[in-house]
C-alpha cells in the first residue's frame, strides 16, 4: 500500500527538550511538507522541500529545523527555541507534474510539551 | 494579502438535509482550489482540485463547484458519516506550490 507515514502518532516532552517527527512515504512523489494545525487555526505550513537535499522555510520556521537527505524521508524537529510547541502536526507530499499542487497527508502527530 | 475564509464555522444537518459549504478567496492569480475531509485526531484526505471558474467535480454525495470568487461543497443527501470537517486550500500565482488554507467548516449530520 502506497502512502504517508508519521510516527509516532501521540508523543509527550519536557519543555527544553528537543524532539525529532518521523515523515515517510512511498508514494514517489518529489516534495514534502509539513505544517502545524492547532484549534481554530488553518493549516499553517513549517518548511518545504521540493528536491532532495534542498528545503524552503514556509510561514512559520522559527524553532523548526528539517532535513532531506533522502527521497522517502522528511524528518522534522522541534527545537527547545519554539515558544509553543504543543500541535498536531501533519506532514504532506506532492507528485511532480501537472498534479504538483495537490497535496496528499499522513496522519498526523500529536506533541505535547509539559 | 491572498486570503481563505470558509463558511459557516460549523454545520449541523439532519440526514437528507442537503446544503452547501462556502470558501471565498481572494489571491493574485489562482492556480488551483483544493478540497479535504478531515476526520478527528486524523490528516486531511484529499477530496477535489478546481481549477478555472465554471468546473464541477463530484464524488458521491459531495460535489465541488468554482467561481471567480468562491467555491462551493454541496453536500446532497448526507449521510452520519459524512460528519467531518471540510478544508478548503488555494494555490496562488506567487506561491511556490505553497497552499493556503482557511480554517474549516465541521459538519455533524444526524440521523
Known amino acids: 500500500d502506497g502512502g504517508i507515514t508519521q510516527s509516532p502518532k501521540y508523543l509527550f516532552r519536557k519543555e527544553g527538550q528537543n524532539v525529532t517527527l518521523s515523515c515517510e512515504q512511498n508514494?514517489?512523489?518529489?516534495?514534502m511538507y509539513w505544517y502545524r494545525q492547532d484549534p481554530g487555526q488553518g493549516l499553517r505550513l513549517i518548511y518545504y522541500?521540493?528536491?532532495?537535499?534542498?528545503?524552503q522555510k514556509g510561514d512559520i520556521a522559527e524553532g523548526y529545523s528539517v532535513s532531506r537527505e533522502k527521497k522517502e524521508s522528511f524528518p522534522l524537529t522541534v527545537t527547545s527555541a519554539q515558544k509553543n510547541p504543543t500541535a498536531f502536526y501533519l506532514c504532506?507530499?506532492?507528485?511532480?507534474?501537472?498534479?504538483?499542487?495537490?497535496?496528499?497527508f499522513g496522519p498526523g502527530t500529536r506533541l505535547t510539551v509539559t | 494579502e491572498d486570503q481563505v475564509t470558509q463558511s459557516p464555522e460549523a454545520l449541523r444537518l439532519q440526514e437528507g438535509e442537503s446544503s452547501s459549504l462556502n470558501c471565498s478567496y481572494t489571491?493574485?492569480?489562482?492556480?488551483?482550489l483544493f478540497w479535504y475531509r478531515q476526520d478527528p485526531g486524523k490528516g486531511p484526505e484529499f477530496l477535489f482540485t478546481?481549477?478555472?471558474a465554471g468546473e464541477e467535480k463530484e464524488k458521491e454525495r459531495l460535489k465541488a463547484t468554482l467561481t471567480k470568487k468562491e467555491s462551493f461543497l454541496h453536500i446532497t443527501a448526507p449521510k452520519p458519516e459524512d460528519s467531518a470537517t471540510y478544508l478548503c486550500?488555494?494555490?496562488?500565482?506567487?506561491?511556490?506550490?505553497?497552499?493556503?488554507f482557511g480554517k474549516g467548516t465541521k459538519l455533524s449530520v444526524k440521523p
Open positions: 478546481l481549477y478555472s
Open positions: 508514494l514517489n512523489h518529489d516534495a
Open positions: 489571491v493574485s492569480g489562482l492556480r488551483g
Open positions: 522541500s521540493q528536491i532532495v537535499n534542498d528545503f
Open positions: 504532506a507530499s506532492s507528485p511532480g507534474g501537472r498534479r504538483s499542487y495537490e497535496q496528499y
Open positions: 486550500a488555494v494555490r496562488a500565482g506567487g506561491s511556490q506550490g505553497n497552499l493556503i
